[in-house]
């Protein structure tokens, strides 16, 4: 580990400059690489005088920080706190020093990209104000605005602050124990930062962010769907065999997320429709733990459609291969040896496991058919309603999926025939849940459905074709929302009509 201990108290002969020295002698009593930045000793402008940040002259002594700053995978910030805040000094260094282009760079959407991912931070500061008035009463300001408006918006996270005080009322003995603690917070370091309940709500969170829980809810309904038009459905079964699907759902997102690492890496554009979830590039979560908790799902995966099978022993082989074929194109979307969203069959692949393949598993793990054609008719509208949201969702990944040979749509097609593509498939859902609503197929499931598609359809060509003539190829999250809210009707319809 690498360790930049940062003093930016504008006198180094005080009670910071003592907590700093001790933290840097315990971090390499640690075995830790360990750099000292006194912020008092260099020479530079700590204004902004410039609009175009970049273009302010970047002086040497800062020229010298920034290279530290990019080699440290842990900044300790050692200051104390006048006024609520930091120091003027430091406040000047965090100006000159987090530029765009450094620190974080802006997007066409007015969001930004994090440039400074996978480093920690650590705050130490003295102050003289109680602390439970300082965090209840005032706010904790100066906590705030480092941890969150500072560090966590260029990407540096976790941030820890430990505080000390009051300095003014303190005695010797008081400030010689800050001292220690503080050479035993750096000769810690090896163990992390956070303390259990900290790691353990990170690694919940992270998880929870993995999991990607916005794509589930299309999931359960298309299952749902097929469910319901068993009419026989069975509570414990249902919800058994709904364990199996979000199981390989989950594992499916935990494949991508470890194969597609190249690719995310690289991606700028990433959001919550695109990009992967971050928990690998954010160091939130390690390839190792990805790893387990995949060989922890496939586990339970394999138990829960055994048990699954063992309930309904006539359908066992039907469900055997519905399992196989879900586990099977799930994976192989990203995972070799198929890698189908790298040779250009991904769309279809998400389109037919997330209709088709879904419904015939609600359908038949509750005592339908295999043989029945439930499942096709009644998946077709939904397979051309998903299409569209799944080739859009390649138009913010284009240039690093490019980057690294994934073949998507997008990609092989430029973004402009791809939208027509998308257009197209919009057209063809509707035609398919207008015929499926006059023509009473699948149980009369899509019935009353045609109003409602032919208003949405209309919004989402005319925003697909404003897309099709931007060369914008940044962020289209509103764009997506309207695909995806599209696909809504395909799903709840069905399901009012046959609950």
């Known amino acids: 580990m690498n360790v930049l201990v940062i003093l930016g108290h504008p006198r180094k002969q005080s009670l910071s400059g003592a907590l700093a020295a001790a933290y840097a002698e315990g971090a390499r009593a640690a075995g830790v690489n360990v750099k000292e930045l006194i912020l008092a000793e260099l020479h530079f402008n ?135 603690k503080a050479r035993a917070m750096g000769r810690s370091l090896p163990r992390g930062i956070l303390t259990e309940s900290g790691w353990l709500r990170r690694k919940i969170g992270a998880w929870i962010l993995a999991i990607r829980l916005q794509f589930y809810p299309m999931t359960f309904m298309a299952y749902t769907i097929g469910a319901f038009a068993t009419g026989s459905l069975s509570g414990g079964r249902y919800w058994l065999g709904y364990l199996c699907v979000f199981l390989l759902e989950f594992i499916t997102v935990l494949v991508n997320e470890y194969c597609d690492f190249a690719t995310d890496q690289r991606n700028r554009n990433a959001g919550p429709f695109n990009g992967g979830s971050r928990v690998l590039i954010d160091k939130r979560l390690s390839q190792r733990e990805i790893q387990l908790g995949l060989g922890v799902l496939g586990v339970s995966a394999v138990i829960s459609g055994l048990t699954l099978m063992a309930t309904a022993a006539g359908n066992a082989f039907a469900i055997l291969l519905i399992l196989t074929l879900a586990a099977v194109l799930g994976i192989g979307y990203t995972a070799p040896p198929l890698k189908l969203a790298y040779r250009g069959w991904g769309e279809v692949n998400v389109g037919f496991t997330h209709s088709v393949l879904v419904i015939a598993a609600g359908f038949v793990f509750n005592g339908g058919s295999l043989l029945s054609t439930f499942p096709i008719v009644a998946g077709l509208p939904l397979f051309f309603a998903i299409v569209p949201a799944i080739i859009l969702s390649g138009i913010p990944d284009r240039e690093a999926d490019q980057s690294v040979g994934k073949r998507t749509l997008v990609v092989r097609l430029g973004p402009p025939r791809a939208i027509e593509l998308a257009m197209a498939s919009v057209v063809i859902a509707t035609v398919l849940g207008m015929m499926a609503d006059w023509g009473a197929w699948a149980q009369d499931a899509y019935d009353w459905i045609t109003p409602f598609i032919l208003v949405h359809a209309g919004w989402l060509l005319s925003l697909l074709a404003k897309q099709r003539s931007q060369t914008n190829s940044g962020r289209i999250d509103s764009l997506m929302i309207a695909a995806l809210n599209f696909i809504l009707w395909f799903v709840v319809v069905p399901l009012w009509n046959l609950a």
């Open 46 to 180: 700590p204004n902004v005088e410039l609009a175009n940040m970049p273009e302010q002259l970047f002086e040497a002594d800062l020229a010298q920080a920034k290279r530290a700053v990019e080699w440290a995978d842990h900044l300790v910030f050692v200051y104390p706190t006048w006024w609520g805040t930091m120091p003027a000094l430091l406040k000047g260094f965090l100006d000159r020093m987090l530029m765009p282009g450094f620190a974080f760079e802006w997007r066409a959407d007015g969001s930004w990209n994090k440039l400074l991912t996978g480093k920690s931070a650590q705050a130490i500061t003295t102050m003289d104000t109680p602390g439970f008035v300082y965090r209840w009463i005032y706010g904790q300001p100066g906590h705030n605005m480092l941890k969150r408006a500072t560090l966590n918006f260029c990407g540096i996270d976790p941030v820890r602050i430990n505080s000390f005080g009051t300095v003014h009322d303190s005695t010797p003995e008081q400030r010689a124990q800050w001292v220690q």
